[in-house]
């Protein structure tokens, strides 16, 4: 026997129970490699274990470290787990919050000054997450009347608010759109720019990243309101209204015009979208918005509650041609740097027999009597951009078209974007020596007829013909009548 194996035996003589335990420690560890529940279990253990450490904390101390984060942190240490989601929501800490703001602002209410005297009890006894929700809105400035007062200031000329622009953008107002594909795939696309005219708001996606056009089946548009929290973006918590959604078909859309790079196509609803000439791929999505309600319109999920969009007429059974007088009508020619053509008419009307085809006829400009010299002021055209180019499209524009009935409630109201196009046939002018052109828009509740003619040798068009065609059916709707 060597002398090695000599004193591994003295080895295991003098020391059996440390040689034993080595032995014993070794066969659960192949155990548990051999048995995964085992090894399951046990981490099972050792997270309820680190949940409990959590848990046995007073609840009392985690809210006061809590109470140390500003608002912003105290919202995305919502995303942690389900505890601290619950724990972010308490309404002790953002009533805290949103009675600070209302100090600073100074407008601390009856109401407030009754659930703060009430105590802890009055806060809790709300759902939870009201306050939170609450100081969300205060902040984002929804509670405030400033911007509504600021609305209700109309300019006489257009009838629309004068102050629309600056209310979209002290309330930081955005749109997204997204489209979906066959298979219920969706993409969102936030708004490369806006531009804003009296009228009417025009917004683009000039991204490069678009999905396959056939694959498109629709395109939906939404208002977007962010709250102002020092948070990331992508966390930033805000309201989505959905304003608009269209199907995309390629057939029962209407191809507008097209220059050396683009073609664009209207699908209705105020949405245009461009591609590239050669091939059916999207380079941008321009939408036209009416000023009209267009803060509601874009805040009505975080609006309560929501007005409708149309308001009947009162009932008026003594006039037998009530519906059919007292329109005001203001038209706008424009495109996303200037106005080509405006006007304002009042006293609209038309007779009973006139009636014809489901249309009720408004002649605002005739051919015999062309008493309002309206013009045009340069050249009808339309800017587009992307990320990479930008360019032109000509014999095009936008009109922005609102109709008032006579107690001066909107009544019809239409931006989106038209072509000019060569008459058909030509009138006889002995004043104007150019060609006729022609500007058509047409939709469900009404089309709009302008007939052009140039002067050729200064180059300027005026308008010989305007006439809009209203739907008898939304007349009826609207006044109560049968026409």
């Given amino acids: 026997m060597s002398s090695q194996s000599v004193k591994t035996q003295r080895q295991d003589a003098g020391q059996p129970s440390i040689i034993k335990s080595k032995s014993m420690s070794r066969k659960p560890r192949k155990a548990a490699l051999q048995h995964p529940s085992v090894h399951r279990m046990t981490s099972k253990r050792r997270e309820k274990t680190c949940e409990n450490s959590l848990e046995r904390m007073p609840l009392e101390i985690i809210l006061?470290?809590?109470?140390?984060?500003?608002?912003?942190?105290?919202?995305?240490?919502?995303?942690?787990?389900?505890?601290f989601h619950e724990l972010s929501n308490s309404n002790t800490m953002w009533y805290q919050f949103y009675i600070r703001e209302r100090t600073k602002k100074k407008k601390a209410g009856q109401q407030d000054q009754m659930i703060h005297a009430l105590g802890m009890v009055?806060?809790?006894?709300?759902?939870?997450?009201?306050?939170?929700?609450?100081?969300?809105?205060?902040?984002?400035?929804?509670?405030?009347?400033?911007?509504?007062?600021?609305?209700?200031?109309?300019?006489?000329?257009?009838?629309?608010?004068?102050?629309?622009?600056?209310?979209?953008?002290?309330?930081?107002?955005?749109?997204?759109i997204t489209v979906t594909d066959g298979r219920g795939r969706q993409s969102t696309f936030e708004q490369s720019h806006a531009?804003?005219?009296?009228?009417?708001?025009?917004?683009?996606?000039?991204?490069?990243?678009?999905?396959?056009?056939?694959?498109?089946?629709?395109?939906?548009?939404?208002?977007v309101l962010r709250v102002p929290l020092n948070c990331p973006a992508p966390y930033r918590p805000g309201w989505k209204s959905v304003m608009s959604k269209v199907k995309l078909q390629r057939e029962h859309s209407e191809l507008c015009v097209s220059d050396k790079i683009v073609k664009m196509l209207y699908v209705g609803q105020g949405i245009t979208l461009g591609f590239w000439k050669?091939?059916?791929?999207?380079?941008?999505?321009?939408?036209?918005?009416?000023?009209?309600?267009?803060?509601?319109?874009?805040?009505h999920a975080s609006i309560s509650p929501c007005t409708a969009d149309g308001v009947c007429a009162l009932f008026d059974d003594v006039d037998p041609e009530y519906g059919l007088h007292g329109y005001t009508a203001y038209i706008e020619l424009h495109n996303t740097v200037r106005v080509i053509m405006s006007g304002r008419f009042s006293q609209l009307f038309c007779r009973r027999d006139q009636i014809s085809n489901g249309y009720l006829p408004l002649e605002v400009i005739s051919e015999n009597n062309i008493s309002p010299n309206i013009h045009l002021v340069g050249d009808v055209s339309l800017p587009w951009r992307t990320e990479a180019?930008?360019?032109?499209?000509?014999?095009?524009c936008m009109i922005s078209l609102t109709?008032?009935?006579?107690?001066?409630?909107?009544?019809?109201?239409?931006?989106?974007?038209?072509?000019?196009?060569?008459?058909?046939?030509?009138?006889?002018?002995?004043?104007?020596?150019?060609?006729?052109?022609?500007?058509?828009?047409?939709?469900?509740?009404?089309?709009?007829?302008?007939?052009?003619?140039?002067?050729?040798?200064?180059?300027?068009?005026?308008?010989?013909?305007?006439?809009?065609?209203?739907?008898?059916?939304?007349?009826?709707?609207?006044?109560?009548?049968?026409?």
């Avoid at 006061?64 to 505890?83: A, E, H, P, Q």
């Avoid at 918005?289 to 509601?296: E, F, I």
């Avoid at 052009?452 to 200064?458: I, S």
């Fill in 64 to 83: 006061r470290i809590l109470s140390y984060l500003d608002t912003g942190s105290l919202f995305c240490i919502s995303f942690v787990n389900k505890y």
């Fill in 122 to 176: 009055g806060v809790q006894e709300r759902p939870r997450g009201y306050w939170r929700n609450t100081f969300f809105k205060e902040i984002a400035g929804l509670n405030l009347n400033k911007w509504r007062t600021k609305l209700r200031r109309i300019d006489p000329f257009s009838g629309m608010p004068r102050h629309t622009e600056e209310v979209i953008r002290s309330l930081c107002i955005t749109w997204e």
């Fill in 195 to 223: 531009s804003f005219s009296s009228t009417a708001v025009f917004v683009f996606w000039g991204t490069v990243s678009w999905p396959p056009f056939n694959q498109l089946t629709s395109l939906e548009l939404r208002g």
């Fill in 278 to 299: 050669d091939q059916w791929e999207i380079a941008f999505v321009m939408v036209n918005l009416h000023n009209h309600r267009l803060v509601d319109r874009s805040l």
């Fill in 389 to 396: 180019l930008h360019g032109t499209v000509k014999d095009c």
């Fill in 403 to 483: 109709v008032w009935d006579e107690a001066k409630q909107p009544f019809w109201w239409v931006s989106a974007p038209v072509v000019m196009t060569k008459a058909s046939q030509d009138t006889v002018s002995y004043d104007l020596d150019g060609g006729s052109f022609s500007i058509l828009y047409q939709d469900s509740e009404g089309r709009v007829e302008m007939r052009l003619k140039q002067m050729e040798y200064k180059e300027q068009y005026f308008v010989v013909n305007l006439v809009i065609y209203i739907a008898v059916a939304k007349v009826n709707k609207h006044f109560g009548r049968d026409y």
